[in-house]
């Protein structure tokens, strides 16, 4: 499978006549987005604000983030099994507004957190404080409970984002990449002296407001399977999760995938990449038996000298990673895995709930109890009194002059556990 | 007298009602641990409802583990923090067998990892209250239909 991914650097947002990129920047038809982001009998109203780098400019809380993308060649079409059908993706040609960003914002739960900061302290924990944003914020009908409340968000900014895509399919981009993964016995006699490499891609999959799907088929339901890396630029796996906003994968997140990116920058040079498998993250202890066991078996069918594994969330996925991880080594095989950690305040607590002695080569993406201060920000979009109540947060966070005093965990994408943040390590 | 008929014919549904709830539960190889309201009303003849709060449901799911139990679903599921929910809904073997090693470390570990958070004394309106119960019954219903083989109602 073949992806010429094709993007267009957009260095500026503006409301326009006319939904178009010209010239880097991208320019926003108002009412149209309105329209179109609100078409749904279960949306009361539609509100559209733009955020930039730099701008005094906070966002809470964030549901998710997607990037606009557009199909210009090769079956299907961006976030399928939601805005199109379910024909294969992954290949073709597919055009990106890059630096450009959907924010969805709707307090769908109380506790609804998730903070993007484009100015201050809090810019530099959360890489959307740099993408020139277009936050889409939705209001839905009283009557509607919490469940469909989600979907209705969700599907609003995917519209949202395959409607501003659109602008990007006549424009000639500026960069273009290509990837391409051969089917698996080609693949494996391709670079025979490299070591093989295949990513186990784990995915949130616990119930309301921690879902994921693939196709548009909730994670959970499925057994673990292969998918071509490809895919997920084309937007194959989409974030229903909206907990924990620190280490869960926004859709932007996997269809920018850091992992796979850099898996497919060592293809051919230090390794023979060769898929992923994505596996869930059920609540059942069967389940997670049940998908490692198939995750491992996977993963030795492929061939694979070595995988990557990452995971998303805390806790319960724990138990699944250290699992993976078990299952996988004691075939033999080498794991690397990425993770997060929430080792209190002062970083001094056990990092996870659940470890492994095999587990022995692990990345961490931070610690998510990391204690910060977030100024007051001349602009708020969305509901700022929920910094009180959100994860991360306790009573008396939101300070009288509009700063909040929280932990990381609040800010969308602080210890992002696919690496796509700006925590970082140095050595001094 | 139409009154005391709607009367009857009321207490005789509600007979039946709890007489469907009997048969669908009465051979039940499971039970919940809950402190949830939500799941005391949706699973009424399956739970042990605690005053308590999450720790407590912990702690009660500790000891059954250390007479026998089997945990069925994970005590960290979901990514509210367990010192950011008020809820907490457990589901236990009620066959008593060998200590279940695993089950053991799970529980242990999920409370060690709720007392090394900091307690965040927030005064939850009702209705942020009802978002939390909505929470912790979806992501229960999500073990009852997973329910293992050897589980049934």
Redesign the interface.
């Known amino acids: 499978m073949r992806l010429e991914v094709g993007s267009i650097f957009i260095k500026d947002v503006q409301f326009g006549a006319s939904t178009e990129v010209k010239s880097g920047t991208l320019y926003v038809n108002k009412d149209e987005l309105c329209k179109v982001a609100g078409d749904d009998e279960r949306v009361k109203s539609v509100e559209v604000f733009l955020a930039r780098p730099g701008e005094s400019v906070r966002i809470i809380p964030v549901k998710d983030v997607v990037e606009p993308r557009v199909k210009v060649e090769g079956s299907g079409g961006i976030l399928p099994g939601f805005m199109t059908g379910v024909e294969q993706v992954g290949s073709g040609r597919t055009h990106v507004l890059k630096g450009a960003a959907v924010v969805t914002t709707g307090k769908i739960v109380g506790f609804q957190e998730g903070i993007i900061d484009m100015k201050g302290a809090g810019a530099e924990y959360t890489p959307f404080s740099g993408t020139q944003n277009v936050v889409v914020k939705v209001e839905p009908i009283d009557t509607l409970k919490q469940h469909e409340h989600e979907v209705v968000v969700r599907l609003a900014g995917f519209r949202a984002a395959n409607y501003l895509g659109l602008a990007g399919k006549e424009v000639t981009p500026d960069e273009v990449k290509t990837y391409e993964t051969l089917p698996l016995f080609e693949q494996s006699m391709r670079y025979t002296h490299l070591p093989k490499v295949a990513y186990v891609y784990m995915l949130q999959t616990q119930g309301l407001l921690h879902n994921t799907y693939y196709y548009g088929v909730d994670v959970k339901e499925i057994v673990p399977t292969f998918m071509y890396p490809t895919e997920a630029f084309d937007g194959a796996i989409a974030s229903g999760n909206c907990v924990s906003a620190c280490d869960k994968n926004p859709t932007y997140v996997h269809q920018n995938s850091p992992v796979i990116e850099d898996l497919y920058a060592q293809h051919g040079k230090t390794i023979n990449f060769l898929g992923c498998i994505i596996t869930n993250e059920n609540v059942t202890l069967m389940d997670k038996e049940r998908s490692s066991n198939m995750t491992a078996k996977l993963v030795r069918f492929l061939g694979a000298d070595a995988v990557i594994i990452s995971e998303e969330g805390f806790g319960n996925p724990d138990a699944d990673l250290v699992m993976n991880c078990n299952k996988i080594e004691k075939q033999g095989i080498k794991t690397v895995l990425i993770t997060d950690e929430y080792a209190g305040q002062d970083g001094a607590s056990q990092s996870l709930a659940d470890s492994t002695p095999l587990g022995d080569a692990c990345v961490t993406a931070g610690n998510a109890n990391q204690v910060v201060t977030l100024p007051k920000m001349d602009t708020v979009i969305g509901y700022p009194e929920v910094a009180n109540v959100i994860a991360g947060g306790w009573n008396g966070s939101l300070q009288p002059d509009g700063s909040i005093v929280t932990e990381i965990q609040v800010i969308t994408g602080a210890t992002n556990e696919l690496g796509y943040h700006y925590l970082t390590a140095k050595t001094v | 007298m139409p009154i005391f008929l709607f009367l009857f014919f009321y207490f005789v549904a509600e007979l039946n009602t709890i007489e469907l709830w009997n048969d669908t539960y009465m051979s039940a190889n499971f039970h919940i641990i809950t402190n949830n309201p939500l799941v005391r009303e949706k699973y009424p003849l399956l739970i042990t409802m605690l005053d308590c709060g999450v720790e407590g449901v912990f702690l009660a799911a500790r000891d059954e583990i250390h007479l026998g139990a089997v ?4 005590p ?7 010192n ?1 929910s008020p809820y907490k809904s457990l ?1 236990l073997s009620l066959r008593r067998g060998p200590l279940d090693e ?2 053991l470390t ?1 529980i242990e ?2 409370i ?2 709720l007392r ?3 307690v ?6 009702p ?2 209250l009802e ?2 119960q ?2 912790d019954l ?2 229960l ?3 009852i239909v ?3 083989a050897q589980y049934h109602t």
Do not use: C, Q, T
């Open positions: 945990a069925i679903n994970h960290l599921s979901g990514s509210v923090k367990p950011e589901v695993y089950s799970v570990s999920a060690e990892v090394k958070m900091p965040r004394n927030i005064d939850f309106h209705r942020v978002d939390f909505v929470i979806d992501l219903d999500s073990a997973a329910l293992p």
